[in-house]
């Protein structure tokens, strides 16, 4: 199951994020998704665990919480294609 965390503080660290949902089960991976220019965080990020019940349990036990001074936003995450498709130019002329 893949899990979308947002709203992070630029501080929080893979292993952070890793800690925290190791809690409700087994992590696969841990991404915190980056600028690819500066490098900087871009304060989202996406977390891997196999189990799907394990997964609801961190969604559930995570979302809203505070981590590093700011509170998560924390759901499963959607298929990437649904949210980059046309990018709101199609059609114009």
């Known amino acids: 199951m893949n899990i979308y965390v947002g709203n992070l503080s630029y501080e929080v660290t893979e292993e952070d994020l890793r800690e925290a949902f190791e809690g409700f089960g087994q992590v696969a991976s841990v991404n915190i998704i980056r600028d690819r220019y ?28 505070e981590l590093k001074g700011r ?5 499963e995450a959607r298929p990437r294609s649904e949210d980059r498709r046309g990018g709101g130019r199609r059609g114009r002329r």
Do not use: H, R
């Open 38 to 65: 500066s490098g900087q965080p871009k304060g989202f990020g996406f977390v891997e665990m196999p189990a799907k019940a394990e997964g609801q349990s961190a969604i559930i036990g995570l979302d809203g919480k």
């Open 71 to 75: 509170t998560l936003n924390v759901s």
